[in-house]
Structure formats: C-alpha cells, structure tokens
C-alpha cells in the first residue's frame, strides 16, 4: 500500500468544545500556580513544591504530568544519579501566560466583591 495514497483520518476532539476542554485542564486548584512559578524560568520539582507551599507531592506530580500531556510545558530528565528532572513552560504555556494574568489581575480586583456576594447571599439563604 502507497502511503501517498492514505486519506488521513479528521482528528476527534475528545472535548468538542474548546472553552470547556481547556478550562476543565488548567482550572483546577494548581495548573495557574505552576504555570505562574514556572514564569520564573526551568525548575525542578522540589522548587516548584516549595514555591507553591501547600500542594502535595503526590499532586503536584499528577499536574506536571497534565500540563505537559497538553503541551504547557517541559519536562526534562537528565541522565545522572541520582536523576535530575526539571521543568519549564513551552511556547504554548508561555503564550497562556498574557491571559493568565488577565484572569489573576480580575480576580485581585474583584475578589473582595464576590466575598461580599457570597456572604450577602449566605446571610439571606438563612
């Protein structure tokens, strides 16, 4: 069979939708936090935890490994013992950055407002 010849097959979106396929990868509790730390440059997991505070090993972990199956960033390991591996944003990860701190930038000025609708709301469902 000539390769030439091949019809290629339309790649199937798992999430057909766009805004939902993306926001349900990156808006959980830590993408934002790594993307933002790793601005800083290439690091290794354990400045990453440290930088963070308060994620899990075992969290962390599994995000890093979500946000370079999606192509946000790197993950390098360097043949060493004991080995070394380390992590940086890719062109796409360093392109989500501007909206990024568009959301995190709304989210300063407005957060004070949405406390004070949740409890206003709370306040009245009692």
């Not at 798992?14 to 440059?41: A, F, K, M, T």
């Not at 400045?47 to 969290?59: H, L, T």
């Not at 591996?85 to 501007?98: A, H, I, K, P």
Request: charged share 25%; net charge negative; with cysteine.
């Amino acid at each position: 069979m000539e390769q030439d010849n091949l019809i290629p097959i339309p790649f199937v979106f798992e999430q057909p939708c766009p805004i939902r396929d993306v926001l349900d990868r990156i808006g959980d509790q830590w993408s934002l936090l790594i993307l933002q730390v790793l601005e800083h440059g290439t690091m290794r997991f354990s400045a990453i935890n440290r930088a963070i505070g308060d994620i899990s090993k075992q969290m962390l972990s599994k995000t890093l490994k979500r946000l370079e199956e999606d192509g946000f960033i790197w993950r390098t390991l360097y043949p060493e013992v004991p080995p070394r591996v380390e992590y940086e944003l890719t062109d796409l990860g360093r392109s989500f950055l501007v909206p990024m701190k568009g959301l995190i930038a709304w989210a300063d000025v407005h957060h004070r407002a949405i406390c004070e609708a949740r409890a206003k709301h709370a306040a009245r469902a009692e």
